[in-house]
């Protein structure tokens, strides 16, 4: 079983610190995650209902996403056996504990804007 490092320990040893941040964005990078994780923040979402959601994303590439989304823990699937098959996307109790990562960017975000903007 891996050590579990506390958060005083991670940023006191930068090699434990960038293998964190690398975990973080290997989990949430690309164009189209976080809109995805987005999507169904606020509750169980079809394919159909996450497809229109996200103008320009392809049913293969939605399809994709999601099959990372959930091999990373991020969100369960959900299948009920009724006539068609209904398919459901939600975050699992990793994936809401993003909504902190979130609004530290948003917040983080509208500082620097304000910031930027302030200089010109």
Known sequence: ?????SLNEIKSCPVEYILNIN???NVLSGKWRLP????????KKRFTDIQRNIPKISPRML???LK????????????????????EYELSESGKLITEVLDKMIEWGIQHRKAVLQKS
């Not at 079983?1 to 490092?5: A, D, I, R």
């Not at 959930?70 to 068609?84: D, Q, Y």
């Open 68 to 87: 990372e989304l959930e091999l990373n823990g991020v969100l369960v699937r959900k299948i009920h056996h009724t006539i068609p098959v209904l398919v």
């Open 1 to 5: 079983m891996e050590k579990q490092y």
């Open 63 to 65: 399809s994709k996403e």
């Open 36 to 43: 995805i994780i987005g999507s169904v923040l606020y509750g």
């Open 23 to 25: 975990d973080t964005l």
